[in-house]
């Protein structure tokens, strides 16, 4: 790092524009056909200063390449020679960059996590061969993805890796991560740098990348855009010297990875290298905290946080009777329950005989977190069904558990450490359960030490020191209690305990277990494993945030209780009807993205309403709120896709009770989408598709890089009311504006709405489109309106 500072290049892009890249032609080709200009490119970003350059790779995958005559090995290799040519002879470092994979993964979309790591595992494996001395993924928008890659990249290379993401102004990525989600997962999963890139300016990212230093030890990486691309000109509005007095900011904060995105040029890098130079201030010494997250929900043990235990097959039948029969709805909504009733975590266990465990892990996690965004806790006594929740799992999750035996601790910690997860230790060994608190702590204190001396961080170690039932073992409370409150104020950790054990075998268990709970609590219990489906056990959680300052002003505790006449808590499996209440049946079901329920309930509402009906009357609506919460940013992407999912499950029970009584057609209209002539990024359109279709459009889907001709005859055949056109880049709006032309002049009266990243409501209306939609629920918006 050249006087504390790491300089990066610049756009790769702006700058091939600049070379007279047509429209349609793709950038990795250039490396192969005229490997000169990529090389001159590079060249003049290392004069100007930068210490590292990226590689010509960003879209070099398999997926993004295919129909291109291009093969991947021979594009990196032909890129990364272009970028050590341009280095030869200077300290510069070469990069494979790494972009996102142009396919959004499951839940979301239809990519298995398995098949994104073979993608990613390609690239990074040519990319080492071929000479880089880094990698890096930048410009991602789903965790999911960059942990596929970063496990990929770790595991089969030796190299430094680096992973950036593109974030809005709300400090979310589009699929709703936080960067705090981003900084936990990442940095435990040992990536070498985290950041932010593209989309916004430096002064746009400044407040985002400030929160992601707070939230990470790692070195930050700061790549914005030159401000906002004019898409009439292709500039972007601010000047080199603009740019480098904003990236000040950066180094007075102790920021010291920098370099520039699109619209930025060799020059915005040799200016910035002049302005920070000069500036010598620390990065602010993080304070770490216990963190455990999925991507768009981060959960801070700074005080009591419950964990949910009914996903566990130990003395449920039903359950049991789940996993026997693969019935994973039934799992979904046990998941669901929970979240719903206050869990800030959930306990995920499926070991039971007759089940292959690890397979398993690997379908019910898959599950839940297609329903739910709460973190999970991977219960399990198999390293390896650990192991694979831990790899399959979305975010940053707690391992129950270890043990004071060697041989667990030395087979369980690794795989935690790899993953970066929490773990709890169990205050036993091979003797069994010590029957005094002092021998628990013990045991207590050499897991802390081997798990520290593995490189597991001490905030990330958690202590059960075990409930043991108090009918038989009367004596055994107390020393329980003794244990938790010596690991709270002696050791410095956080508590877990399964409080349920303790009245196990006495009458009326709920006063008993209630009792010990709040017991615990003031004794330094910070997670507690209960059922939080019983309304007393919650209650005594809510009311002992009080009493201990975290609820501050009585806020939950008066929401919870405000109005409370003596009930039963309602379950969810109660609330199951085939109603219009957006909190019972149909819409239920579609609001939780319940897939199975969805078509189960439609086929019962068949019997007492017509298609139509439940369409416009059930279906239409639910996702209408869903839509709500999304604007309201109660939820994200993923919900939103989940919700549209199972609404297309209720769609085709529709469409099979017509076809079957030969009645007409549930179609509400006719949409084409396309991605303009010269354009290849699809994955907005793709995600557009997936809600329109869901809320009964025929989609014609004309795919991406499609000429005009191709659109205004499919529009004139199929008689279509509305067109919807997708840009990304730049220097394909002039394709979306020959499209609306050539649409005009064809006197066909047909609407369109156009959309995508580099798009403004003002060019919109300078092209004649009749809508800018600036995400998928306001293109379903505007169709409404057209079709009524």
């Known amino acids: 790092m050249k006087d504390g500072f790491l300089f990066l290049d610049g756009a790769m892009g702006t700058m091939l524009q600049k070379a007279g890249l047509k429209l349609g032609e793709r950038p990795e080709a250039i490396c192969i056909e005229k490997p000169e200009i990529i090389t001159d490119i590079h060249r003049q970003y290392v004069e100007a200063g930068s210490q590292i350059v990226y590689a010509n790779t960003f879209g070099a995958n398999r997926h993004k390449l295919e129909g291109t005559g291009l093969e991947v090995d021979k594009v990196i290799e032909a890129a990364v020679k272009c970028a050590k040519n341009a280095v030869e002879g200077t300290n510069a470092m070469v990069a494979l960059d790494i972009g996102p994979i142009g396919e959004l993964l499951e839940p979301s979309g239809t990519l298995s996590f398995e098949s994104a790591y073979d993608i990613f595992k390609e690239m990074v494996v040519i990319g080492e061969k071929a000479g880089c001395d880094i990698i890096v993924f930048e410009t991602m928008t789903d965790l999911y993805e960059v942990k596929a890659g970063l496990l990929a990249a770790k595991e089969n290379t030796s190299l430094p890796v680096i992973c950036t993401m593109t974030f809005e102004e709300n400090g979310r990525t589009f699929t709703g991560c936080s960067v705090e989600a981003m900084a936990a997962v990442l940095e435990g999963l040992g990536a070498d740098g985290v950041g932010i890139n593209c989309s916004l300016g430096p002064d746009e990212i400044f407040p985002i990348a400030k929160r992601l230093a707070m939230a990470t030890t790692l070195p930050v990486v700061v790549k914005a855009n030159a401000g906002l691309p004019d898409p009439i000109t292709n500039t972007y509005d601010i000047t080199a010297d603009k740019f480098a007095e904003s990236m000040k900011q950066y180094a007075k904060i102790g920021i010291r990875v920098m370099g520039g995105c699109c619209g930025t040029t060799p020059e915005y890098i040799k200016e910035v290298v002049k302005a920070v130079l000069p500036i010598k201030n620390e990065r602010a010494k993080v304070e770490r905290k216990t963190v455990l997250c999925s991507p768009s929900k981060v959960v801070t043990v700074d005080g009591v946080r419950v964990i949910g235990e009914r996903i566990n097959p130990t003395g449920k039948k039903r359950f049991q009777q789940a996993l026997r029969e693969g019935d994973m709805a039934y799992i979904a909504e046990r998941a669901i329950e929970q979240a719903e009733a206050g869990a800030d975590i959930l306990d995920v266990n499926v070991g039971m005989p007759g089940i292959n465990e690890k397979e398993m892990m690997i379908k019910v996690v898959k599950t839940i977190q297609s329903v739910c965004d709460l973190p999970l806790q991977i219960d399990s006594s198999d390293p390896e069904a650990i192991e694979a929740g831990l790899r399959i799992f979305n975010g940053k999750a707690i391992v129950n558990s270890v043990n004071g035996e060697d041989e667990k601790i030395n087979t369980i910690l690794p795989i935690v450490k790899k993953y970066g997860a929490s773990v709890i230790g ?308 002039n394709s979306m504006k020959e499209t609306v032309d050539m649409l005009r002049a064809s006197g066909h009266g047909c609407k369109i709405v156009v959309g995508g990243a580099v798009l403004t409501e003002e060019y919109a209306k300078m092209i004649g489109a009749d809508c800018y939609a600036k995400d998928a629920k306001a293109t379903v918006d505007f169709a409404k309106e057209v079709f009524g």
């Open 426 to 733: 169990l205050a036993m060994d091979e003797n069994g359960i010590p029957d005094t608190a002092e021998k628990r702590i013990a045991i207590a204190e050499r897991i802390l030490d081997k798990a520290m001396s593995m490189g597991i961080n001490k905030e990330d170690v958690f202590i059960d020191c075990l409930t043991l039932t108090v009918s038989a073992q009367q004596e055994q409370a107390v020393e329980t209690l003794k244990a938790v409150r010596y690991v709270k104020e002696k050791l410095g950790l956080h508590n877990v305990l399964g409080v349920s054990n303790i009245s196990f075998g006495l009458p009326a268990r709920e006063y008993i277990t209630t009792n010990f709970l709040t017991q615990a609590m003031y004794a330094g219990l910070d997670l507690p494993i209960i059922n939080p489906n019983q309304q007393a056990v919650m209650d005594a959680v809510c009311s002992y945030r009080v009493l201990s300052g975290e609820d501050v002003n009585s806020e939950k505790y008066i929401e919870r209780f405000s109005g409370r006449t003596e009930q039963k808590v309602v379950q969810t499996t109660e609330k199951k009807s085939n109603g219009a209440d957006s909190e019972t049946g149909i819409g239920y079901a579609v609001s939780k993205g319940l897939k199975e329920e969805t078509a189960r309930l439609t086929k019962e509402l068949l019997k007492e309403k017509t298609e139509l009906e439940i369409i416009n009357e059930l279906l239409i609506p639910a996702l209408d709120r869903v839509g709500e919460r999304y604007e309201k940013q109660e939820i994200f992407l993923p919900q939103l896709i989940n919700s549209a999912a199972a609404s297309c499950e209720a769609f085709e029970v529709i469409k099979k009770s017509i076809l079957a009584k030969g009645t007409g057609s549930v179609s509400k209209g006719k949409i084409i989408l396309a991605t303009v002539k010269g354009d290849i990024h699809d994955i907005g359109k793709n995600i557009v598709k997936v809600i329109l279709e869901n809320y009964g459009y025929q989609v014609i889907d004309l795919g991406r890089d499609v000429p005009p001709e191709t659109v205004v005859e499919t529009a004139i055949k199929e008689d279509v009311k509305l067109v919807g056109l997708s840009a990304l880049m730049t220097t394909t709006l």
